[in-house]
């Protein structure tokens, strides 16, 4: 894992540095805010849902560190999402349309839905929790998106 941030960050790195040329020759912050979130953001996520997992805390404060940089370069804006914080958020995006589209290609992975009979309170899914047998199956994004706000 360690390996594929490092080659993530340099594809980065090369970005924000053509972003600083263009920026020194004239090309308007807000344009350079946009260039930054549609090149370096989608870089640093493409793909994130299924290794996010198996990052270790490490490579996420490196990640991130991509982001810090470019806010104090002025490359995007002052309050611009962690990297967790848009993950989280295409995470949430990706597990709605495997829950609700039929036609997905993860849909068939998904545990089997529990009925109960009784009426406590409402939950934000109704699968079946499958065992947490080993770190790999923990890191799935399947099985951390079923345990996401379960308590």
């Known amino acids: 894992m360690h390996e594929h941030v490092s080659n993530v960050?340099?594809?980065?790195s090369q970005s924000v540095h053509?972003?600083?040329?263009l920026r020194t020759h004239g090309i308007t912050a807000a344009s350079v805010h946009i260039i930054f979130k549609s090149v370096v953001v989608a870089k640093l996520l493409?793909?994130?849902?299924s290794w996010w997992g198996f990052a270790t805390a490490d490579d996420r404060k490196r990640l991130q560190a991509v982001i810090r940089r470019g806010n104090r370069s002025g490359l995007c804006e002052q309050h611009h999402k962690t990297v967790e914080e848009l993950l989280e958020e295409a995470d949430d995006k990706l597990f709605s349309n495997v829950m609700y589209n039929k036609q997905h290609v993860l849909h068939s992975t998904l545990p089997g839905t529990m009925d109960t009979k009784y009426h406590l309170r409402s939950r934000p899914r109704n699968f079946k929790l499958t065992a947490k047998n080993s770190s790999i199956t923990e890191s799935d994004l399947i099985t951390r998106m079923l345990f996401k706000d379960v308590y």
């Open 9 to 12: 960050i340099s594809a980065c």
């Open 18 to 21: 053509a972003l600083r040329i």
């Open 46 to 49: 493409y793909a994130a849902s």
